[in-house]
């Protein structure tokens, strides 16, 4: 997985305890108005994907499993500090061509 490092202003959600999908999904229906990037907990490559909040591909509340399987989510509502947070990371982050 990324080694995800602390970011003030920052949330993780990466399917820990009260970390998960309900949680994250919690913290969508917030904070419709910021920003989370879609992160894939890697194997081999890495797909880094920016959305906002209230995109529907990450937020919709009838999908399961947005924090336990393959991915996990950085969420803030600072556009500036979630990239500058991310900008280590290994992949190219990729906007959203529905919300971004």
Known sequence: MISVRSCPGVEIFDGSTGRG??????WVGA???CYVVNAYKPKASYII???????RHISDSNKQNYTETDYFKAC???LQILENCIANWPGEV???SKCM
């Open 31 to 33: 904070n419709k108005d």
């Open 21 to 26: 999908s309900r949680e994250y999904l919690a």
């Open 76 to 78: 803030s509502c600072s």
């Open 49 to 55: 994907k920016l959305h906002r909040a209230n995109c």
């Open 94 to 96: 990729q906007h959203c």
